[in-house]
């Protein structure tokens, strides 16, 4: 297996051309989501060029960019609001615990990977990721409307919403008319312009264009900015644990690590879509777990595969992990030279890049399609957008989860009672052969076919006894499990109920066409001591042939 996944150099010239492009692309947006986050711009650059970097190489999604996204930076911001308010008289002590929870969460993801749990990312339905991408997006509009307007970020997004017509009442002009110019400019030039974008990307416009505008036209402190920005190399940190806070540092590492892991893989699905490859999930979770770790270390923001800075990778030429590597080292190459340039950025032409983000985060394909997507879809969507927004990422994830996987079983179960079917004549049953037709019809209504189909599951138990116990007037049943693919323990003892019951009834049990899984599961849960070997058939003709013969 080659270290790093997907390299070779017959790509070079679009690999170089994507990097760079990607970079351009990163620059403002790692800014703005470190500001976001309360870190600080720094972080957010830390994040991306560590990140991007140890991710491209390590991971298994070859054309992919990583570095803060909004999903990562919302969990981010609430971590890190959470830990500095408990020590309020020494908020360094809770920037490192909040680092450190970025650091086991990047552990996590690398145990994520070993274990092989990517797979099962793509089990997610898409009302879950749908609800819970929207949610995303509507948190990060909320959150900006204060910076936007001249005011600092509320940290709830429905403490954001209630404080809407305050900031209204009270907004900052000069905050507002650089946030409108920020807006107008990220939704206007890829729109009316899209080749001037394809040659600056919208978002570098808008901060270039914002800041000069604040810079040359507006009074010094007329609208709060970035402030400071340090250059230079990060500083190292141990990761520190208080024993008081373990089990909230624990949840709200495994909350970053789930969350990345969401969000990297749905990236990769996305460039495998663009690029026509497949994607490694595991060793993707594991790159990006290490790229996590390693910026945890180096106080740098967490994030996953972002999905904007990889499709204008891929579409500039970028397909291997020189592309995102590049855009790493181009990020690096500002920061240590350029650093001090950005302390005037003013935080409401942030807010207004940020607001762009979050609108293309949201699934406007699927709210589009609401009239005609199935009723119970939306139900979920809805629930799990509530919830993200209201009260919790990953409870709206796992509500979700389990409101999918009742209705799966609703619906496997509806499939499984219409599969199941009771038969005393032959009239219109097309997998009876002429024999087994003149043999059923010879019986008079004697002989019954209890006929089972499929996958047999705990949720279809309590139907399938429902189904014989609404027979009557037999003499012998034939349990007919030609077509039953495989049988689970509760379904299992469904069938010994039946068996009992037609028994205990005065009527006579044969059993037919079980396969080797289904027999060998029916002998563990000593089921088949309830019949005779004369009473078990391989095929329905002979059984039908035994029926005949007791009648």
């Known amino acids: ?138 948190i990060i509009i909320l959150l ?19 404080a809407i017509p305050s900031l209204i009442a009270n907004l900052h002009t000069s905050s507002l008319l650089l946030g409108l110019l920020a807006l107008a400019i990220v939704y206007g030039i890829p729109f009316f312009l899209p080749r001037i974008n394809r040659l600056i990307p919208s978002p570098l416009l808008a901060l270039i264009a914002g800041t000069s505008f604040y810079m040359f036209f507006m009074p010094t402190g007329s609208t709060p900015i970035i402030g400071d920005i340090p250059s230079g190399l990060p500083e190292f940190h141990l990761p520190t644990i208080d024993a008081s806070l373990a089990l909230t540092m624990l949840g709200s590492s495994l909350t970053l690590a789930a969350l990345g892991t969401i969000d990297s893989l749905l990236t990769s699905l996305v460039a495998d879509n663009i690029t026509r490859t497949q994607h490694k999930s595991d060793r993707e979770l594991i790159g990006q777990g290490i790229g996590n770790t390693i ?13 904007m800075r990889t499709v204008v990778n891929v579409k500039a030429g970028g397909r291997t992990p020189i592309s995102g590597a590049l855009h790493s080292i181009v990020l690096l190459i500002i920061v240590l030279g350029a650093g001090s340039l950005a302390s005037n950025i003013p935080k409401a032409v ?47 994830v796992g509500v979700g989860m389990v409101m999918s996987s009742f209705l799966f079983m609703h619906r496997m179960t509806e499939l499984q009672v219409k599969s199941m079917s009771t ?33 047999m599951s705990f949720t279809s138990a309590k139907a399938m006894v429902r189904q014989y116990s609404n027979a009557s007037n037999y003499k012998v049943m034939l349990l007919d499990l030609t077509d039953v693919s495989l049988i689970d323990f509760t379904s299992s003892r469904a069938v010994e109920d039946i068996i009992v019951g037609t028994k205990e009834s005065g009527n006579i049990v044969l059993m037919v066409g079980a396969n080797e899984d289904v027999y060998q599961t029916l002998e563990k849960q000593g089921i088949l001591q309830h019949l005779s070997k004369e009473t078990i058939f391989k095929t329905r003709l002979s059984a039908l042939e035994k029926a005949k013969k007791l009648i």
Do not use: C
């Open 1 to 138: 297996m080659s270290f790093v996944n997907g390299l070779h150099f017959n790509n070079l010239r679009g690999d170089i051309y994507g990097g760079l492009t990607a970079a351009v692309v990163a620059l403002p947006l790692a800014m703005a989501m470190g500001v976001a986050s309360g870190v600080g711009a720094i972080a957010g650059l830390y994040g991306a060029i560590i990140l991007g970097f140890f991710a491209s190489i390590l991971g298994g999604t070859p054309s992919q960019v990583s570095g803060p996204t909004g999903p990562m930076t919302v969990v981010m911001a609430a971590i890190f609001l959470q830990f500095t308010s408990l020590f309020p008289d020494n908020p360094a002590q809770g920037a490192a615990l909040a680092f450190s929870v970025v650091v086991f969460g990047g552990l996590f993801q690398i145990l994520f990977g070993i274990l092989r749990l990517g797979k099962y990312i793509e089990l997610v339905p898409h009302p879950v990721v749908s609800g819970f991408m929207s949610g995303i997006g509507i």
């Open 295 to 307: 910026a945890g270390l180096f106080g740098g923001l967490p994030g996953a595969g972002a999905t």
């Open 350 to 396: 942030l807010a207004g890049i940020l607001i762009k983000v979050g609108t293309d985060i949201i699934d406007w394909n699927y709210l589009k399609r609401l009239p005609v997507v199935p009723k119970a879809g939306i139900i979920i969507m809805l629930t799990v957008l509530i919830i993200t927004v209201s009260i919790d990422l990953m409870l709206a």
């Open 423 to 455: 038969i005393t004549q032959p009239e219109q049953q097309e997998y009876l052969s002429d024999k087994e037709s003149e043999i059923l019809e010879e019986a008079a209504g004697k002989v019954m076919i209890f006929r089972l189909l499929g996958a």
């Open 144 to 162: 900006q409307i204060g910076p936007l307007l001249g005011e600092a970020s509320v940290s709830k997004p429905l403490d954001a919403a209630i």
